[in-house]
């Protein structure tokens, strides 16, 4: 039995998009979750937003704050987990919007041995524009308008929009790890205690997920395709600065050719008393 499920949400100073994936949450078919917001230093505007949702979102919401030092993803998550309840671990960006099948169709793929990496639609900075600007609710649209959306140019695929019954071919490449994100990507707690979760070690954007999945396999859990079921909506962002990319990917490149399996600066060295954590969890 899978149990609770714990989203954890990453932000940062970008409430606007966040309300949008709260909203996403809140309509989800399964109600069997909480949601942890894993904030990497956003001001009192996320705040004041999460706690205006925590009466309306019908499910647990706690807010998990770290001090804003660069791009710490890898803590932020770390912190995140160590908060949450669940027994299973649903990763999905602030600036994501589920479907509201998500939180089902990821507890419908849950395996044990398995992690489960889903897929993302990207939205283009226009359609994100009018998106938010109007308050459209696309999580909620048909395939006719997915459809529209790419013949306008409004999204950059529609094949995550479709839902197909894959069966065994979700498990044909089990030790793949390219096309996982932590945009979409669902772990169980014990494999993550396993591997000692993210890496703190990575700062600066980039590879961070890459590690963790890599370390999942090097310990034996096996990749689970969740695409064509679980498919996020990507709202559009500015590209992040990307000056560390190279030295993450020389430290994920050691990872890769190595046996290693727990994380160099991981859950169990987290400092839970470095920043407040919001547990309330009404």
Excluded at 169 to 184: A, D, E, F, M, Y
Aim: hydrophobic share 40%; with cysteine; charged share 30%.
């Amino acid at each position: 039995m899978t149990g609770l499920i714990s989203v954890i949400a990453t932000t940062h100073e970008r409430e606007d998009a966040l309300d949008a994936v709260l909203r996403g949450l809140s309509r989800q078919s399964d109600r069997d979750f909480e949601v942890v917001v894993a904030d990497d230093g956003s001001g009192p505007a996320t705040a004041a937003l999460i706690e205006r949702w925590k009466a309306r979102l019908g499910r647990p919401l706690a807010h998990v704050w770290q001090p804003h030092d660069g791009f710490r993803a890898a803590e932020m998550r770390n912190r995140a987990i160590a908060a949450s309840r669940g027994s299973y671990c649903v990763f999905l960006d602030g600036d994501c919007i589920p479907r509201p099948d998500f939180v089902a169709e990821h507890r419908r793929l849950a395996a044990p041995g398995w992690f489960v990496a889903g897929n993302r639609i990207l939205l283009s900075r226009a359609l994100t524009n009018t998106v938010l600007r109007e308050g459209l609710e696309p999580e909620t649209w048909p395939l006719s308008c997915f459809v529209r959306e790419r013949w306008r140019g409004g999204i950059n695929r529609l094949m995550p929009s479709l839902r197909l019954p894959l069966g065994p071919l979700r498990k044909v490449n089990p030790r793949g790890w390219r096309s996982c994100r932590s945009c979409n990507l669902a772990i169980w707690r014990a494999d993550l205690e396993r591997v000692d979760g993210f890496d703190a070690a990575y700062t600066g954007w980039g590879k961070e997920d890459s590690d963790l999945v890599v370390r999942l396999v090097h310990a034996g859990v096996h990749h689970k395709d969740g695409r064509f079921a679980t498919g996020v909506l990507h709202l559009w962002h500015p590209m992040a600065d990307r000056s560390a990319l190279p030295r993450n990917e020389r430290k994920l490149g050691e990872i890769v050719r190595s046996d290693r399996v727990r994380a160099g600066c991981g859950l169990s060295r987290l400092d839970v008393t470095a920043a407040p954590v919001d547990q309330d969890v009404r």
